[in-house]
């Protein structure tokens, strides 16, 4: 469960620490919370077979974090109001639980590819949201996008909240650079010891998988927990 894990897990790992902007925070020192949650949100196991929690609500930081601590997350629906979700079952990834297949460790060794940590965090949400609309589906979310509804679910009202976050250290990207181009990345939250993966994305082949490899070593050496790819 995301929600008891993030709970559970020590907060020096995953938010507090996993790509912490600005100078290192003293020891036992915890990322503060942004202000108090003016919306209550139902107990994650009365969600309904599509993992739906409830409407409404909005995207501020406070509600965000307060909504990842539980194993909520956002998925707007065009032409209704925002949607959360807390799917079961969901996908996880155990940090020691990361299968890299032959291919894509000759990968790692021969590509010559960097990764970084919080270097292009706009650019990596941008080719995120560029990705083609059934890409959100095709990571087991639930329920699917609705009829017709193209483009992505990575709206400009996401987009900003999001930015918001990493301005506040909730928010990582993940990005591999073939010398100066962006290859691919992905990004995510984190609370507590779990790191929650919003989205990825590639320009060469395997650049997501690289980029995916690359956090569970980084959370791992955090002392994370989790990683809840939803």
Same mark, same amino acid.
């Given at each position: 469960?995301?929600?008891?894990?993030?709970? %559970? =897990?020590?907060?020096?790992?995953?938010?507090?620490?996993?790509?912490?902007?600005? !100078?290192?925070?003293?020891?036992?020192?915890?990322?503060?919370?942004?202000?108090?949650?003016?919306? /209550?949100?139902?107990?994650? $196991?009365?969600?309904?077979?599509?993992?739906? *929690?409830?409407?409404?609500?909005?995207?501020?930081?406070? %509600?965000?974090?307060?909504?990842?601590?539980?194993?909520? #997350?956002?998925?707007?629906?065009? +032409?209704?109001?925002?949607?959360? #979700?807390?799917?079961?079952?969901?996908?996880?990834?155990?940090?020691?639980?990361? *299968?890299?297949?032959?291919? @894509?460790?000759?990968?790692?060794?021969?590509?010559?590819?960097?990764?970084? @940590?919080? /270097?292009?965090?706009?650019?990596?949400?941008?080719? =995120?949201?560029?990705?083609?609309?059934?890409? /959100? $589906? &095709?990571? +087991?979310?639930? !329920? +699917?996008?609705?009829?017709?509804?193209?483009?992505?679910?990575? %709206?400009?009202?996401?987009?900003?909240?999001?930015?918001?976050?990493?301005?506040?250290?909730?928010?990582? &990207?993940?990005?591999?650079?073939?010398?100066?181009?962006? *290859?691919?990345?992905?990004?995510?939250?984190?609370?507590?010891?779990?790191?929650?993966?919003? &989205?990825? #994305?590639?320009?060469?082949?395997?650049? &997501?998988?690289?980029?995916?490899?690359?956090?569970?070593? /980084?959370?791992?050496?955090?002392? +994370? =927990?989790?990683?809840?790819?939803?």
């Amino acid at each position: 469960d995301p929600g008891r894990a993030a709970a %559970t =897990c020590p907060d020096r790992a995953g938010g507090a620490r996993l790509g912490r902007r600005g !100078p290192e925070p003293e020891a036992g020192e915890a990322l503060a919370i942004p202000g108090p949650s003016r919306w /209550r949100f139902p107990d994650p $196991a009365t969600a309904g077979e599509d993992g739906l *929690v409830g409407i409404g609500a909005d995207l501020e930081p406070a %509600t965000l974090v307060d909504a990842y601590r539980r194993g909520i #997350f956002p998925w707007p629906h065009p +032409g209704a109001p925002l949607p959360w #979700f807390s799917p079961d079952p969901r996908g996880v990834i155990p940090l020691d639980g990361l *299968v890299v297949s032959r291919s @894509l460790r000759a990968r790692l060794r021969r590509s010559g590819w960097e990764t970084t @940590l919080d /270097r292009a965090f706009a650019a990596v949400l941008a080719g =995120c949201a560029d990705r083609p609309p059934e890409s /959100r $589906a &095709s990571r +087991g979310r639930k !329920p +699917g996008p609705p009829e017709g509804g193209g483009g992505t679910w990575i %709206t400009p009202p996401m987009q900003a909240a999001y930015r918001r976050l990493h301005d506040l250290g909730y928010a990582h &990207s993940l990005e591999v650079w073939d010398g100066a181009e962006l *290859v691919g990345g992905l990004y995510g939250v984190g609370v507590g010891g779990v790191f929650t993966g919003e &989205s990825m #994305f590639h320009l060469a082949t395997d650049a &997501s998988k690289v980029a995916l490899a690359d956090l569970v070593a /980084r959370l791992a050496e955090a002392g +994370g =927990c989790l990683i809840d790819v939803q």
